[in-house]
């Protein structure tokens, strides 16, 4: 638990500074370009992060998990690198085929007719293959203060451009986008300090614990185990299908409202509404790719007493997160969305409260994710994972209030309730 815990705080401090950093790209360009401008740059940032979430994450995933399990295990190879690469490459070529193909309602629906959105778009999510490879391999190797690095590299990099724009030595929303491209090549500076340190075996930052797994591995030698494509494949499209409905979660409701209201206006809107729940995502990303490791080391150790402690803490801290952001939005909250954001729109404070709630609840989901991911049980994630999802937009579309802001906020509460309580479900049903 004490190595979970450091890992989490080295992590926050890179990962914290990172949310502040991604509010300061989106309030910048909010101030700098006009609301059809501002609007379109937050649709190109749903939909490549829609596409590399829902690709490259089951591999990020896969790697944290694997390698951590090896390592508690004492497992040699190099197996699981080898068949994380293939999947990484196949998916990133198989979006460039997809996306080549769909040029004309990409560019011309999503993007207004924008060629350079578009290009920005390919080429963004084709560069975060390498850098989400990274991610999982420095997770599973829990080199946590150079996983902090790569996600603050990346994140400044991004605002640079919006910096650029908003003094007036850049101009429009294609300088604003180009920091979309920048950022993946830019949170690669890590790897070659990752590579000194070598691959595979504990790479822990708690010194202790790697001197105990070290004891570990002189007291049983490590054996070669094959990790095979189809084992691979198998949870890698378990954890693909649970990323396509986190990324629903998080980026339908600015698409759908543009889809069934039109203008990019109001998907803006909708898209700053959400930073409610984004926002704090970015610093959860600290528990989150610290605890998968942690929890998988613990469950192959038979450590289940320590599994539940460390689920139980979180949970217990992220309920205490989000009472507070709740309480803040209830004083403060439509000031602090006017400041931040500007713009001619009303941001309602029960609606932002509203939307603090779900908050919570997905971040609850997301730990007990994590804990079923641990366990093996990626299949049976997926399975409350979809469902919820698609209860989601099913209310966007069809929940009987007028405001879509309101129908909004009013759905993703709801959803993340459900997500919850299956995901819970599925926790107190213990191991495989």
């Not at 390698?67 to 999947?87: F, Q, Y």
């Not at 190797?141 to 994140?155: A, K």
């Amino acid at each position: 638990m004490s190595s979970y815990g450091r890992g989490a705080a080295v992590l926050s401090v890179g990962i914290g500074v990172t949310g502040l950093v991604t509010y300061l790209y989106f309030s910048l360009a909010s101030h700098s370009l006009d609301e059809d401008d501002y609007g379109r740059i937050t649709l190109l940032w749903s939909a490549v992060f829609v596409v590399v979430s829902v690709l490259y994450r089951p591999v990020e995933q896969l790697l944290s998990r694997t390698i951590a399990e090896r390592s508690a295990k004492g497992l040699e190879g190099r197996d699981h690198l080898r068949v994380a690469a293939t999947i990484q490459l196949a998916l990133g070529v198989l979006f460039a085929l997809v996306a080549l193909l769909l040029r004309g309602p990409l560019q011309d629906d999503l993007f207004d007719g924008s060629a350079a959105l578009y290009w920005i778009l390919i080429v963004a999510v084709l560069a975060y293959a390498a850098s989400y490879f990274a991610r999982g391999f420095l997770a599973g190797n829990r080199q946590f203060g150079l996983y902090g690095g790569l996600v603050l590299f990346e994140s400044v990099s991004r605002c640079l451009f919006a910096v650029a724009v908003a003094v007036g030595v850049l101009s429009g929303q294609s300088a604003v986008a180009l920091g979309m491209v920048a950022a993946p090549f830019m949170s690669l500076m890590v790897v070659p300090a990752a590579l000194r340190r070598g691959i595979g075996g504990p790479r822990i930052d708690d010194p202790d614990e790697g001197r105990e797994l070290d004891a570990a591995a002189q007291a049983e030698p490590a054996k070669e185990a094959e990790f095979t494509l189809a084992h691979g494949s198998g949870f890698a499209a378990s954890v693909l299908l649970v990323m396509l409905a986190e990324q629903t979660f998080l980026n339908a409701g600015p698409l759908v409202v543009k889809a069934t209201e039109g203008g990019s206006a109001l998907a803006g809107f909708a898209f700053n509404v959400l930073l409610i729940a984004r926002a704090p995502l970015q610093l959860f990303q600290a528990v989150q790719t610290s605890i998968l490791p942690h929890l998988t080391s613990a469950q192959a150790t038979g450590e289940e007493d320590a599994f539940a402690h460390s689920v139980r803490v979180t949970l217990r801290a992220i309920a205490a997160f989000s009472a507070a952001v709740a309480l803040a939005l209830l004083a403060l909250g439509p000031w602090i969305m006017d400041v931040l954001f500007g713009g001619n729109f009303d941001y309602g404070r029960g609606g932002l409260v509203l939307v603090a709630v779900g908050m919570g609840l997905y971040l609850a989901a997301a730990t007990l994710n994590q804990a079923a991911l641990a366990r093996g049980r990626a299949q049976h994630a997926a399975a409350c994972w979809v469902p919820s999802a698609a209860a989601f937009v099913v209310a966007l579309l069809v929940l009987p209030v007028e405001d879509p802001i309101v129908r909004l906020e009013v759905a993703y509460a709801g959803s993340a309730l459900l997500l919850c309580a299956l995901l819970y479900g599925l926790y107190r049903r213990g191991g495989r």
